[in-house]
């Protein structure tokens, strides 16, 4: 168990929907990174807050965003889904040094 | 150049025997080098990291071979086990601002009894 917990663990919904994942990560972590793993695309990184700002974005997608909360959890929001969408949703979290630490995912399905 | 070329995409094993996996950047500003496992339907999760000022890392039967000036790096897993029969991702990052990983495309190694 890495401490960083991920829900839902499993969604399923339509395309054009909206779905938003959350993220808690490890006690103490200021770190938070979204990573997207699907089979053609493999893991890549999405988007990283620092205690609340934005700290880097990667290939993120304009109708996905997150954001970071006071409380250091994390969303994801994705909007106007596409059946591509589909895929492992995983979010790490690190406390600033080089080890990030993986939740278990969500696995996002749009039918 | 943010790329992180893995090889080979799958890799069979019989127990007991070495598994080799390999990566190579271009980036020469990468300035840490870890590797993930990943079990079906679990995250990746950290399996041994290496910087570069350093050109072998060893933590058990898991083993970094780094080659700087080749910029490529290895793992090594001895004497392979059943329980090992996961995916393997190598990954790089630059330590100062950002620190995002780019990772390679994967591993898949089966460790047969």
């Known amino acids: 168990d890495s401490g960083v917990t991920q829900t839902p663990k499993h969604l399923i919904t339509a395309t054009g929907q909206r779905v938003t994942l959350r993220c808690s990560p490890r006690s103490g972590d200021l770190s938070v990174y979204w990573y997207q793993q699907s089979l053609d695309q493999g893991l890549q990184f999405l988007i990283q807050?620092?205690?609340?700002?934005?700290?880097a974005k990667g290939n993120i997608l304009e109708r996905f965003s997150a954001q970071q909360f006071p409380d250091l959890h994390s969303e994801l929001n994705l909007s106007s889904l596409e059946l591509g969408d589909s895929a492992l949703y995983f979010c790490?979290?690190?406390?600033?040094?080089?080890?990030?630490?993986f939740g278990p995912g969500t696995r996002l399905t749009v039918l | 150049q943010q790329q992180v070329k893995q090889s080979p995409q799958s890799l069979i094993v019989q127990k007991g025997g070495i598994s080799i996996i390999n990566c190579a950047y271009e980036n020469t500003a990468f300035d840490y080098f870890p590797w993930y496992q990943q079990f079906p339907g679990k995250g990746p999760a950290l399996l041994i990291a290496?910087?570069?000022?350093?050109s072998e890392k060893k933590e058990g039967r898991f083993t970094i071979s780094f080659n700087k000036s080749a910029k490529q790096f290895s793992l090594h897993i001895m004497d392979s086990q059943p329980g090992d029969s996961a995916t393997y991702f190598c990954a790089a990052s630059i330590q100062e601002g950002t620190d995002k990983l780019i990772f390679g495309t994967g591993t898949r190694l089966q460790v047969f009894p």
């Open positions: 290496i910087r570069p000022d350093v």
């Open positions: 807050y620092y205690n609340g700002e934005e700290r």
């Open positions: 790490a979290s690190s406390a600033g040094g080089f080890t990030q630490y």
